[in-house]
């Protein structure tokens, strides 16, 4: 165990970690659903809640039962019991809160197959980071795809009425752009640790 | 033999997983109001979100709660309505929408402010200076609205859009995309139009455009019905009042009325 303080790993994972600038898992959603800013909200909101609650399970799960000799089961059984706390937490909600589960839509789904939630639980393990710190290293890498979530879903606006030559309108122009944003989060390399 | 264990740790946890997810399903299902699924295979499923639903799916189930009245879905138009009745078993009564361009100006008659030769389209183009026209409320022209129509129902002709009532089904996108907010949804059966949508007044009103409201309050002195209100510098009609009578058209002098 390291004793990173949960003050830089809420901030590294944000900004010099950041899972989709700097890590690059996530960008499916990342380019997929940037479109407007109440879906890049949603969706953020989704993966945060994922992320937090896949590493709360899968922890425990690695550290308690797979540890020390079956560890290279870790990706398998990840795979399996995210996908099944997906589909937990979409009957909870859907019971229980019901406007959440109307707001989330069909991003909660989606996220059964996110590379970014299976990265962050694998990350935590390999970082050996203790309970606390794997948690709060969820949420912080959750709130870093917020963050990137927004800024791009805003360059994306911008880029709705700019005059983009022909060969280089939809994916290409976005690819440009998330590079380029990418390249800006660089400057925060070195901060936190 | 060492595989053994690992399946048996593979399979615990999957079972664990399916036998919990499978008692999750049942003890906390959400019963699905037949109802609603029945309404809903009525709906066109464009999820065009002109009811004010978030997507066909919303708008059965506030329909089958009864918070929503059946025929508010204009892609649908009378078939949907008149499904959608005989499930509820009620009787309704559905009047058809279209959109309506409140501008009547084109290239020629609106004078222009500058020459404008930016990204063809409206949005951009009202973003410097509210546009190239001298009427800050005109139509721009670069057809904003027609992109929006995913129905082909609005052309653009010599920088002037119009509506074809024929395929006109009054979803009410195309109003959400023109960035003077000139569209609005109306009766289909409406009588008369006004076709203009300056509100300011005075002298610099009549000089932009030749077919300008002036609020001249005319057509509304001679309305019979009362249906025809000045508001804010610009002629309005209740549709539900105005018998067609025509006489507020007559009575225009910058042919607004039409």
């Known amino acids: 165990m390291n004793n990173t303080t949960i003050a830089s790993i809420l901030l590294a994972g944000i900004l010099t970690n950041n899972m989709v600038l700097s890590k690059f898992l996530g960008i499916c959603p990342f380019l997929g659903v940037s479109k407007k800013t109440d879906t890049a909200f949603s969706m953020s909101i989704a993966v945060t809640l994922v992320m937090v609650v896949a590493t709360a399970v899968t922890w425990p799960i690695y550290n308690y039962i797979l540890a020390p000799d079956y560890t290279y089961l870790e990706t398998i059984v990840f795979i399996l019991v995210i996908a099944a706390i997906v589909q937990l937490i979409e009957i909870v909600l859907k019971k229980y809160i019901k406007p959440i589960y109307n707001a989330l839509g069909i991003y909660l789904p989606l996220i059964t197959t996110n590379c970014a939630v299976l990265g962050i639980t694998m990350l935590n393990i390999s970082e050996n980071l203790n309970f606390i710190q794997s948690v709060f290293n969820a949420l912080s890498a959750g709130l870093g795809f917020m963050l990137a979530m927004l800024l791009f879903s805003g360059v994306r606006q911008r880029m709705e009425s700019a005059d983009i030559p022909e060969f280089m309108k939809g994916l290409p122009i976005t690819l440009v752009a998330a590079a380029i944003v990418s390249l800006s989060f660089l400057g925060f390399a070195g901060i936190g640790g | ?258």
């Open chain 2, 1 to 258: 033999m060492e595989i053994v264990l690992p399946v048996i740790i593979l399979g615990i946890i999957g079972l664990i997983a399916g036998v919990g997810l499978s008692l999750a399903s049942k003890f906390m299902a959400v019963p699905v109001d037949e109802k609603q699924e029945k309404l809903r295979e009525c709906l066109p499923g464009a999820n065009c979100g002109a009811c004010g639903y978030s997507g066909c799916d919303g708008y059965a189930a506030a329909v089958a709660e009864g918070k929503a009245e059946p025929g508010n879905c204009p892609p649908g138009g009378t078939d949907t309505a008149a499904a959608m009745a005989e499930i509820l078993g009620v009787e309704i009564k559905t009047e058809q929408k279209i959109a309506h361009i409140a501008c009547g100006g084109n290239p020629e008659i609106t004078k222009r402010k500058y020459d404008y030769s930016g990204m063809q389209s409206c949005s951009a183009a009202s973003l410097l200076h509210s546009g190239p026209l001298e009427c800050a409320f005109g139509c721009i022209g670069f057809g904003d609205c027609a992109k929006a129509c995913p129905f082909g129902a609005i052309t653009v002709k010599n920088g002037k859009p119009s509506v074809c009532e024929e395929i006109c089904v009054g979803c009410g996108l195309c109003a959400k995309a023109c960035p003077k907010a000139l569209i609005s949804i109306i009766p289909k059966d409406r009588k008369m139009t006004v076709n203009c949508a300056n509100k300011a007044k005075g002298a610099a009103v009549a000089k932009a455009c030749s077919v300008s409201c002036l609020a001249c309050k005319m057509c509304e002195k001679v309305c019979e019905t009362g249906a025809i209100k000045v508001v804010d510098n610009l002629a309005v009609i209740d549709y539900s009042l105005c018998n067609g009578c025509g006489k507020c058209k007559e009575a225009c002098k910058r042919n607004v009325l039409v």
